[in-house]
């Protein structure tokens, strides 16, 4: 087999595997935009509620009524290290999306259940919480 020979069976499979790469990576970036999309949806969904339940102000920064600071006095210094450690670092979006994997279930059981919170409420608070520690 001669290198012609070996070049025109290769060609067409590497041609093949280049274009389903680059299909591949297309997905990928939109489907990645999709989900950002969805994530800044949910926020603002959570800053609609968070305003309509008069749980404070989404002037930037958001922040808190007193009586809903309250709510978070026994996680407050765990989202406060949480802050200094890893979150000032963080976007928005970012920031909403790790306290909803740190905090979670903690948000849901101690502030989103008793107070009858739903759409990432929340973790609007918490963030307002996690940025109070930081001047």
């Not at 989404?58 to 026994?74: A, Q």
């Amino acid at each position: 087999m001669t290198v012609t020979d070996l070049w025109q069976v290769l060609t067409p499979t590497v041609t093949g595997i280049i274009g389903v790469a680059a299909y591949s990576v297309n997905r990928f970036i939109r489907l990645e935009h999709k989900i950002d999309v969805l994530w800044d949806f949910h926020m603002r969904r959570a800053k609609t509620e968070f305003v309509a339940k008069d749980l404070g102000t989404i002037n930037s920064p958001i922040f808190l009524n007193p009586g809903t600071r309250g709510w978070y006095g026994g996680m407050a210094a765990d989202l406060k290290m949480f802050y200094d450690k890893v979150g000032s670092r963080l976007t928005e979006r970012e920031l909403f999306i790790e306290i909803e994997q740190r905090f979670g279930d903690r948000l849901l059981k101690e502030i989103c259940i008793p107070h009858g919170l739903t759409a990432g409420v929340g973790i609007l608070g918490a963030m307002a919480i996690c940025r109070e520690s930081t001047p």
